[in-house]
């Protein structure tokens, strides 16, 4: 399973941004999508996953309400809308393909980190 994140930036307090995950790879539809994020000098947190199907989504307790995970099956993507950003949002956001599950070892494959920085 091969993935590419992309989408992040710069915003201010407040604002929106949506990161895609392209996934690739002959049976990357056998895994839910997570999302991750690392903040500087912390360790890897879990934001939100998907299946494929769409038939279940969990996120974070800090995501809920402010992100939305979704799938579009004919780009083979998984985006994640974020709204409502705030500072400590600030983080390197990755994509990953494994287990329905939170902890980030419980996931194979891990695309690249895309930044975003949330600016008062």
């Known amino acids: 399973v091969q993935l590419q994140a992309s989408g992040g930036g710069a915003v201010q307090n407040g604002g929106s941004i949506r990161l895609s995950c392209a996934a690739s790879?002959?049976?990357?539809?056998?895994?839910?999508i997570g999302w991750f994020r690392r903040a500087p000098g912390k360790g890897r947190e879990f934001v939100a996953s998907?299946?494929?199907?769409?038939?279940?989504?969990y996120y974070s307790e800090f995501a809920q309400g402010r992100f939305t995970i979704s799938t579009d099956n004919s780009k083979n993507t998984v985006y994640l809308q974020m709204n409502n950003l705030k500072v400590e949002d600030t983080a390197v956001y990755y994509c990953?393909?494994?287990?329905?599950?939170?902890?980030?070892?419980?996931?194979?494959?891990w695309g690249q980190g895309t930044q975003v920085t949330v600016s008062s």
């Open positions: 790879g002959r049976t990357f539809r056998n895994y839910a």
């Open positions: 990953a393909a494994g287990a329905w599950a939170t902890s980030p070892n419980t996931f194979l494959s």
């Open positions: 998907i299946t494929w199907s769409e038939d279940l989504t």
